[in-house]
Nanobody, 124 residues
Framework: QVQLVESGGGLVQAGGSLRLACAASGRTLSRYTMAWFRQAPGKEREFVAA????????YYVDSVKGRFTISRDNAKNTVLLQMNNLKPEDTAVYLC?????????????????WGQGTQVTVSS
């Protein structure tokens, strides 16, 4: 079992930055594909970014390319999401997820473990 806990969310003005962190316990993350998803009220869960175990494969949804950066520190069992130039449409609960599979997936139902989420609110 892997327990994931997100932190770093908050309220920020448009154009601002936040850095989300996902800390894992229970098992080392070094063998897991890690991802961030987000869910806004009344909307489906949306893929944001994913990173392979060795960080050699990284995917982003088009709407965050050039603004968000996903990274991982396997020694610290942590995954980060640096979010710059935030927009009101980025407002959502951001969730960290871990996948034991071998393919870096953009589909939420491929992920085995989930955190509780952290709220990000961007004001205009």
């Amino acid at each position: 079992q892997v327990q994931l806990v997100e932190s770093g969310g908050g309220l920020v003005q448009a154009g601002g930055s936040l850095r989300l962190a996902c800390a894992a316990s229970g098992r080392t993350l070094s063998r897991y594909t890690m991802a961030w998803f987000r869910q806004a009220p009344g909307k489906e869960r949306e893929f944001v970014a994913a990173i392979s175990p060795s960080a050699d494969i990284i995917y982003y949804v088009d709407s965050v390319k050039g603004r968000f950066t996903i990274s991982r520190d396997n020694a610290k069992n942590t995954v980060l999401l640096q979010m710059n130039n935030l927009k009101p449409e980025d407002t959502a609960v951001y969730l960290c997820a871990a996948d034991t599979g071998f393919v870096v997936s953009r589909r939420f139902n491929d992920y085995d473990y989930w955190g509780q989420g952290t709220q990000v609110t961007v004001s205009s």
